[in-house]
């Protein structure tokens, strides 16, 4: 009975890696709400444990170089709180540096304008302000970074 389960979950484990493998074949990029429903069919469909669907998924990220938009997102995080510093406030160049670092992060996975808007949302969550730039010292140039 139990060397049944083995097989039964050996199998399950290879479905379920193929999954990712296809999910991944368009874009190297796998954001919040794709790796939840990965982890939710592993779950449900494959009868993986959680804990066993994230270690299949990582290591299939790993092995095939996707990106994790959670993962970036946490690094980049760090880096705008550090250069917001006291004021909690980012400016454009500042704003722009990171948006291509979060691009290096992720092996340019992120294209330049969902770079900005993932670099805005950050912001909005985290309670950062843009810093007035351009000749009229407005900020106009974050607010036409839609989201």
């Given at each position: 009975?139990?060397?049944?389960?083995?097989?039964?979950?050996?199998?399950?484990?290879?479905?379920?890696?193929?999954?990712?493998?296809?999910?991944?074949?368009?874009?190297?990029?796998?954001?919040?709400?794709?790796?939840?429903?990965?982890?939710?069919?592993?779950?449900?469909?494959?009868?993986?444990?959680?804990?066993?669907?994230?270690?299949?998924?990582?290591?299939?990220?790993?092995?095939?170089?996707?990106?994790?938009?959670?993962?970036?997102?946490?690094?980049?995080?760090?880096?705008?709180?550090?250069?917001?510093?006291?004021?909690?406030?980012?400016?454009?160049?500042?704003?722009?540096?990171?948006a291509q670092i979060l691009r290096d992060i992720s092996d340019n996975a992120i294209s330049e304008p969902e770079a900005k808007r993932q670099l805005k949302r950050i912001m909005i969550e985290n309670g950062m302000r843009p810093r007035r730039?351009?000749?009229?010292?407005?900020?106009?140039?974050?607010?036409?970074?839609?989201?």
């Amino acid at each position: 009975m139990a060397a049944d389960d083995m097989v039964k979950n050996d199998d399950s484990v290879r479905r379920f890696a193929d999954l990712v493998k296809l999910n991944g074949i368009g874009r190297r990029l796998i954001d919040r709400a794709e790796e939840r429903r990965l982890l939710e069919d592993a779950v449900t469909k494959f009868n993986l444990s959680l804990d066993e669907a994230r270690g299949v998924l990582r290591s299939v990220a790993e092995d095939n170089s996707y990106v994790f938009e959670s993962d970036s997102g946490k690094r980049i995080q760090q880096v705008l709180t550090r250069l917001a510093g006291r004021s909690g406030k980012v400016s454009r160049r500042q704003f722009l540096r990171v948006a291509q670092i979060l691009r290096d992060i992720s092996d340019n996975a992120i294209s330049e304008p969902e770079a900005k808007r993932q670099l805005k949302r950050i912001m909005i969550e985290n309670g950062m302000r843009p810093r007035r730039a351009g000749l009229f010292r407005s900020r106009r140039w974050y607010r036409r970074i839609e989201l």
